[in-house]
C-alpha cells in the first residue's frame, strides 16, 4: 500500500513544474497593451511578479500596486479587465 502511494506522490511532484511551466510570459507588445488598461485603473503590474499569459485568451497581473492597494488582475484576450482581487 505504501509503494503505490508513494509512487503517486512521486509522479505529482515531477509533473508540478511541466504544469506550472504552461504559464507563458507576456510579449513585450502584450506587456504594454496589459500596462496600459491597468493604469487606465490607477494601477501598475509589479516588475518582480510580471504579466502572465495564462491561455491565449487570459493575462493575469499578479501584486498590481494600485492607488487603492494591491491586486490581482485578470484581463481577457482584448485587454479587458475581467477580474480584479485584492492581494
Do not use: H
Not at 55 to 81: M, P, T
Amino acid at each position: 500500500m505504501l509503494k503505490p502511494m508513494l509512487c503517486a506522490a512521486a509522479l505529482a511532484w515531477a509533473v508540478t513544474p511541466a504544469l506550472a511551466a504552461d504559464d507563458d510570459a507576456a510579449s513585450a507588445e502584450e506587456t504594454a497593451k496589459v500596462a496600459e488598461a491597468i493604469a487606465r485603473i490607477g494601477c501598475k503590474p509589479d516588475p518582480q511578479a510580471g504579466i502572465e499569459k495564462e491561455r491565449d485568451d487570459l493575462y493575469e497581473v499578479d501584486d498590481a500596486q494600485c492607488e487603492i492597494g494591491q491586486y490581482d488582475i485578470k484581463l481577457n484576450a482584448d485587454f479587458v479587465i475581467t477580474s480584479i482581487t485584492l492581494d
